[in-house]
């Protein structure tokens, strides 16, 4: 009787480590755990191949620019949706800012921009302008160059236009502050959909 004891304490122990053992390996570790993104996204936590649907389409995120003022920091996503580019800029000062911009091929800028443009009739004031560092993560076009100077410019009706040289290289963008609840957000699989 005292045998049988001594086997189901046995056995007890033995299926007690088996479940500890197997707990353990199951877990990832807490390294792991903080390395992965989060599944609820937010416009400033984005990552690439995850899905932005805004104006009745799905755009994919395939890049991401961070930029650095002097320690004020914004994102510019890089969306695509077939052969349709956008941006998607996100900035948080007083208040969050969204823009939903697009290459404007059509004005041509060179040297330092002026404190006014019209661009398809639309006149722009200048708000704001300085020089930031750039960190980069998949595709983001010609945005090769580590530093940026930047030109902001606002018009009524929430339009906006930027201006961004990259070493003498000027990309000029036009766009509108939305509602960032006029977006949805869905995670995708961390991959890029379009190759360069």
Known sequence: MLTWVWIGI????????FIVIRQRTALPSKKA???LPPLQ??????QIGDIVQY????WVVEGRLTFDDSGFTWFEYMLQDGDAIRWLSVEEDDRVEVCWMETASNLDISGTPPHRLTHNGITY??????????????STMNKQAQICRYFEYSAANEQVLSVENWDDDIEVSVGRRIRPSSLTLLPGDGRRVYDD
């Open 125 to 138: 004031e200048k708000v704001e302008q300085g020089v930031a560092r750039m960190q980069r993560l998949g």
């Open 33 to 35: 755990q903080q390395a």
């Open 10 to 17: 046995l056995a007890i122990a033995i299926v007690g480590i």
């Open 41 to 46: 996204r937010t416009i400033f936590t984005l």
């Open 55 to 58: 104006a009745g389409a799905d």
